[in-house]
């Protein structure tokens, strides 16, 4: 048996970066972790971090270090409800970059005018 099964579990690490939007004075980084803070579920209850949960924020981005078993996706659901409650949902998204990190961007959306002025 591997020594991982035997013994702790190594925390988890995930990072959302809301580096994009935050420069832009869009997005608030520091109600964002206030809020994940408030809604992140530990073992079925609201609010109960303990030592199983950290979240810092450095600067624009916030780093989440959690105990397993504990899902990424939970992160995403999290951020697009804070997203939504800020009104933010329609213009922001929420894109993995890689295994532990998520990055908040804008829609890219075409110019639907500068499309009809070449056709004239």
Known sequence: MPAARRGKLKPLKFVI???IP???KIFDPTSFETFLSQKIKVDGKVGNLGDKVKITRDGSSIT???????????????TKKYLKKQQLRDW?????T???SYQI?????EDEES???EDE
């Open 98 to 100: 890689d295994k532990q």
């Open 64 to 78: 989440i270090v959690a105990t397993p078993p504990f899902s990424k996706r939970y992160l995403k659901y999290l």
């Open 115 to 117: 499309g009809e002025e």
């Open 105 to 109: 961007k804008y829609f890219t959306v």
């Open 22 to 24: 935050a420069a832009d």
């Open 17 to 19: 970066d809301a580096s």
């Open 92 to 96: 922001l998204r929420v894109i993995a």
